[in-house]
């Protein structure tokens, strides 16, 4: 399996960007799906995914009610809407999918296929 993030860029605090995440050779549904970030000098922290299960969406509480999770079945596409971005959000953004486990996990090493990452700026 593949994936291809895209939609990153410069935005102002407050603003808004879109991420997508296009993942091709398996169907969307197969996989548990994350949404993960890293800023320079620090480790690759899990940001927002949801489970092949049932697709219940898993927020970390530095992002809640703030980032939204989706997915497109038809396009298989997972997207990450953020909003009232803040500089603290700036870092390169990966997603990832894994066909581990049973249950949905927020742990990076446990994440097999990961995209190119794409790069998030907020400025204050």
């Known amino acids: 399996v593949q994936l291809q993030a895209s939609g990153g860029g410069l935005v102002q605090a407050g603003g808004s960007l879109r991420l997508a995440c296009a993942v091709s050779?398996?169907?969307?549904?197969?996989?548990?799906m994350g949404w993960f970030r890293q800023a320079p000098g620090k480790e690759r922290e899990f940001v927002a995914g949801?489970?092949?299960?049932?697709?219940?969406?898993t927020y970390a509480d530095s992002v809640k009610g703030r980032f939204t999770v989706s997915r497109d079945s038809a396009k298989n596409t997972m997207y990450l809407q953020m909003d009232s971005l803040r500089p603290e959000d700036t870092a390169i953004y990966y997603c990832?999918?894994?066909?581990?486990?049973?249950?949905?996990?927020?742990?990076?090493?446990?994440?097999?296929?990961w995209g190119q990452g794409t790069q998030v700026t907020v400025s204050s």
């Open positions: 990832a999918a894994t066909g581990r486990g049973f249950f949905f996990t927020t742990t990076p090493g446990r994440y097999d296929y």
């Open positions: 050779g398996r169907t969307l549904g197969s996989y548990d």
């Open positions: 949801f489970s092949r299960r049932g697709g219940s969406t």
